[in-house]
Nanobody
Framework: QVQLVESGGGLAQPGGSLRLSCAAS????????MTWYRQAPGKERELVAS????????NYADSVKGRFTISRDNAKNTVYLQMNSLKPEDTAVYYC?????????WGQGTQVTVSS
């Protein structure tokens, strides 16, 4: 079955960096677009970044452009989110997502807290 397992969250200071990972299994990872979302307390889940199956096309929310970088390693079935210049408003639970065989799959999420 499809599994997505996020890791790498934690506490960071403003201006700091974190690198999130999402390990995938149960589907042909290298053939599918992967997406990172986040959800802050009291807010709707929002798209952060997406990456095409080969990694050649990447899209970002305006709020993270120039600070976050999405990447993937198809040999390791893993997608990453490098987050630099973190701001308090980046505080949220971060999820990875894949749409596979007409179903949407989410990981369990990883908490990112940006605070001094």
């Amino acid at each position: 079955q499809v599994q997505l397992v996020e890791s790498g969250g934690g506490l960071a200071q403003p201006g700091g960096s974190l690198r999130l990972s999402c390990a995938a299994s149960g589907f042909p990872f290298s053939m599918y677009l992967m997406t990172w979302y986040r959800q802050a307390p009291g807010k709707e889940r929002e798209l952060v970044a997406s990456i095409s199956s080969t990694g050649g096309i990447r899209n970002y929310a305006d709020s993270v452009k120039g600070r976050f970088t999405i990447s993937r390693d198809n040999a390791k079935n893993t997608v990453y989110l490098q987050m630099n210049s973190l701001k308090p408003e980046d505080t949220a639970v971060y999820y990875c997502k894949v749409d596979y065989q007409s179903r949407r799959y989410w990981g369990q999420g990883t908490q990112v807290t940006v605070s001094s």
